[in-house]
């Protein structure tokens, strides 16, 4: 069983740190496609990029659940100055995630390459603040 708790940490572990860097060059290839030519024709891509945006997120709700499971010590040390951190983080991530989102399929329904370009950059902009917290 105690084998079964590392093997899952370690899947979580894994997972979490690499979806985010996924994400973080996807949105800036999205970005790079939307300062091209053909911005209307990638319309599948963003999909993809929200899909491992929705993992990433959930597989840091996924760690915190581990830390808080395994290592309560550890996590009673070191909450009083990640809990603000990572509340702050998760509420300018969705909330950026969700304007962009929005943005860009209004973007995209409007055939607007100035919406298309702005939420790329905001998605850019998202995940880097969002990855430079911790």
Known sequence: MFEASRLGFTLSVTIHYLFPMITIG???WLMMQSFSDRVFQHKRDLYRLLFFVVVGIATGYVLKWHFSTYWPGYLGIVAEAFDPLLSLEAMLSIGGFILFTALYVLGWKKKSKTLVRLSSIGFVITT???????
């Open 26 to 28: 996807g949105f800036f």
């Open 128 to 134: 880097l603040i969002s990855s430079g917290f911790l």
